[in-house]
C-alpha cells in the first residue's frame, strides 16, 4: 500500500486516539454538551493546514446518575499532540493519559471477505423538496426503523457503497444501539442547531477494500464537524486502539 504523503512528500501515517475526559471537570462538560465546542478541541491536536479529514466520536458510558465513563475517538492525519485537551478538560495522570496508535496497520489488514466488528454514529438523513431539478433540503431521520433502512440500504450486497455489507446470512448484523438528539447554538447569531445521531454496531465483511480504506479515512455522512462519520472496526471486541 502507497503511504499518504504530506506537503513536502514526507510519508505520513494516520492515528487513532483514545482520550479520557474527566466529567467533575467544567471545561469536559462544556465540550460534552456541545459539539462545536468539542470540534474546535480536537482540531487543535494537529497543526494547522495539515491536509486530511479529522474525525471523532464521543463514546461515554452513562447512568442514572450521569456519566460513568467520558471517552472522546479522535482519528487525525498526522500524530497528534493532546496535552491542550488534558490540561483543559482530562485526568492529570499517568492513567489518564491519551492513547495513541497508528491506524495503518489496520488499513493494510483490510481485505475481500474479511470480517471486522464495527462501530459508527451517523447522522443519517434524507432529501425533502427535491425534484424538476431542485436539489432538495436535507432533514434528519429521527424514527429508529428508518435509520437502521438508512444504514442497510447503504450496506446491501447490491449497494455497498461504503465498501462492505452488513447482509450476511441468515440475518444483516447490524442494530441501533444508541440515538439521541443533540441541540446547540452556532455562529455568532447563536443559530440553534439540532442534530439527529443514531449509533450503529455489529459485524461488516468487506466488498471492498479500497473503498473501505476511503472511507475510514473520510468518515460517513454527514455532521462530521460534530462527532458523526467515524468508522471503527476491531477483530474482535474492543477498539483498535485498544491493543
Known sequence: MTPSLSWDGESRMT???????????????KLLANPQAMHAAVLGGVPPGVEGRVLWREDSARRSGGLIEAVVLVQTPVEPDWSHLIEQAGWQTEEGQALVR???????A???????????????????GHGEGRRGTRRGVGRAELQLDWFLTRTSVDNAQWGFTVNMEPHPHVQVVARDQQTF????????????????AGELQVTDATVLRETLLSGIGSAKAYGCGLLTLAPGSGYVVAG
Open 110 to 128: 483490510l481485505a475481500l471477505g474479511r470480517r471486522f466488528q464495527f462501530r459508527l454514529r451517523a447522522n443519517p438523513v434524507r432529501a425533502v
Open 15 to 29: 492515528y487513532l486516539s483514545k482520550v479520557l475526559l474527566n466529567p467533575l471537570r467544567s471545561g469536559a462538560q
Open 185 to 200: 447554538t452556532k455562529g455568532a447569531d447563536k443559530r440553534r442547531v439540532t442534530i439527529s445521531r443514531a449509533t450503529f
Open 102 to 108: 497508528p491506524l495503518d496497520p489496520l488499513l493494510d
